[in-house]
C-alpha cells in the first residue's frame, strides 16, 4: 500500500488568480460585497437556513424578471444548465421545435433540442440579423413547434433582440416561447408576464455580477403544464423539474427531499446580487447601462471604429460589438490589450468569429472610468497593432 504516484508539483506551488479587468462579455468582475458573501461559512443544502436563502432568491429572481411564477428557481450550474433544462423539461422525443438563430445561442439550443429527439426548425439569419413578427408566425404555422427559442441578448453579435408581441403569436399556435437573457437581465427591460414569455432564464456571471455558476430560470403555468405532463421522462436527473421544483419548495409538497446538492456558496453569492439589483431597482440599472453604453459608443466612433450593430435602439447595452477595423488582426489587438492593460476583451463566438471585437460593461462594471479605460486601452492598441503593408 505505497504510494506510488507523488504530489504533483503543481499543487505544491499557492494558487494563482491575478486581478484583470473583465471587459469582456462574462464573467464580469464581482464586487466585495458579493465575493464577500460566497465567502462566509458553508451552511448544509438542506438546512432551514439555507432553503430561507433559497426563498430569497426566488423573490429576487422575481423581481429581476418582473414576474409572479411560483415555478422560479436557480439552476446549480451555468447559463447553459438553464438552456438545457428548460429543453429537456418542455420537450419529447417527436415534437417540433423551432429555433431563431442569429448567433451561437440559438445554435446552442438547436443542438440540443436535437440531442432530447426534438424535430429541430432553424429560422437562420447571419449573426445580429433581427427576426420580424411576421416572419415567426409564418414559420410557427409551417411546423407547428410546441416551443419556439429566441435570444433576447445575443452576446455574440451584441444584438437586443425585441420580444413584443411575439408571446401572443406563440400562445395562438398552441407553443411555448422560450427567452434567453443571459446577457441582457438587469442591463435592457424585459417583463416575463407582461410580455407573456412562458420559461425565461439568465445567468450569474453578467450583469448580476455574481460568479459564474448559477442561472435564474422561471416557468409559467403554461409551461408546467407542458412539462408536468409529459408522457416519457426528461433525459436529465440533474434537470429533471420534478425533483427541482421540490427542491426549491415550489411543488406544494411539506417536505423538501434530497436531490442533489446545490453550490452552497454560490447560491449565497447569487443572493447577494439580487438583493444588490433589488437596492438599485430595475430601472436604474437599465438606464446606467444604456447612458455607460451611449458614452462608449462615442468614444469607439470617435476613434474610427465602426460599430456591428447600425441601428442602436437593438444594441445590447451590455456588449457592445465592434467590426473589426481594416488592417488589423483582431487576435492580436486583443491580445496587446490583454497583455498591456490586463483587461478581457474578446473576439467574436461561434458565427461571429471574425466578425466583431466585444467590449462588455456589466453591472459594477458599467462606469463611466472603465467605459474609459476600456477605449484608452483600444486606442493604444490601434497605435501600436497596425499590420505593416507587406
Ligand atoms: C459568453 O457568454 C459570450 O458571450 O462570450
Not at 472610468?369 to 501600436?384: G, I
Request: glycine share 8%; proline share 6%.
Amino acid at each position: 500500500s505505497t504510494v506510488t504516484i507523488p504530489p504533483p508539483a503543481c499543487m505544491l506551488r499557492p494558487l494563482e488568480a491575478p486581478l484583470r479587468y473583465l471587459f469582456g462579455p462574462g464573467p464580469s468582475n464581482v464586487p466585495p460585497r458579493i465575493l464577500a458573501a460566497g465567502a462566509k461559512p458553508i451552511i448544509g443544502h438542506m438546512h432551514s437556513e439555507m432553503f430561507e436563502v433559497m426563498d430569497d432568491i426566488k423573490e429576487g429572481i422575481r423581481y429581476a424578471f418582473q414576474t409572479q411564477n411560483n415555478m422560479t428557481i436557480s439552476m446549480s450550474g451555468s447559463g447553459h444548465a438553464a438552456m438545457e433544462c428548460a429543453v429537456f423539461n418542455t420537450v419529447e422525443p417527436g415534437e417540433s421545435v423551432l429555433v431563431a438563430i442569429n448567433g451561437i445561442w440559438g445554435e446552442r439550443v438547436a443542438e440540443i433540442a436535437e440531442r432530447s429527439g426534438a424535430k429541430v426548425h432553424r429560422l437562420v439569419k447571419a449573426p445580429g440579423g433581427y427576426f420580424s413578427n411576421k416572419e415567426i408566425e409564418q414559420a410557427m404555422q409551417k411546423h407547428k413547434p410546441v416551443l419556439f427559442f429566441l435570444t433576447h441578448g445575443e452576446s455574440s453579435a451584441g444584438l437586443c433582440h425585441l420580444v413584443d408581441g411575439i408571446g401572443d403569436i406563440c400562445r395562438k399556435h398552441n407553443c411555448l416561447f422560450l427567452v434567453d437573457t443571459v446577457a441582457s437581465l438587469g442591463a435592457a427591460p424585459i417583463f416575463m408576464d407582461k410580455q407573456n414569455i412562458d420559461i425565461l432564464y439568465t445567468g450569474s456571471q453578467k450583469a448580476l455580477n455574481a460568479p459564474p455558476g448559477t442561472a435564474p430560470i422561471s416557468f409559467n403555468d403554461r409551461a408546467c403544464h407542458k412539462m408536468f405532463n409529459r408522457k416519457t421522462k426528461p433525459l436529465s436527473y440533474l434537470f429533471d423539474m420534478t425533483y427541482l421544483s421540490n427542491y426549491w419548495g415550489c411543488d406544494g409538497k411539506p417536505a423538501r427531499i434530497y436531490h442533489h446538492t446545490g453550490p452552497v456558496s454560490g447560491f449565497f453569492a447569487l443572493r447577494e446580487s439580487l438583493a444588490i439589483l433589488a437596492e438599485k431597482g430595475l430601472e436604474e440599472s437599465w438606464r446606467k447601462h444604456k447612458e455607460i453604453a451611449a458614452y462608449l459608443y462615442k468614444g469607439l466612433e470617435d476613434m474610427g471604429l465602426k460599430l456591428f450593430i447600425p441601428d442602436r435602439d437593438l444594441r445590447l447595452p451590455s456588449v457592445t460589438t465592434i467590426a473589426i477595423p481594416d488592417g488589423y488582426d483582431w487576435r492580436e489587438m486583443l491580445a496587446y490589450i490583454m497583455k498591456h492593460h490586463q483587461m478581457e476583451m474578446t473576439g467574436g463566438l461561434g458565427p461571429s468569429v471574425g466578425m466583431v471585437m466585444r467590449v462588455g460593461l456589466m453591472g459594477y462594471n458599467c462606469e463611466k472610468f472603465n467605459a474609459d479605460k476600456a477605449l484608452h486601452a483600444l486606442q493604444d492598441a490601434l497605435k501600436n497593432c497596425k499590420k505593416s503593408k507587406a
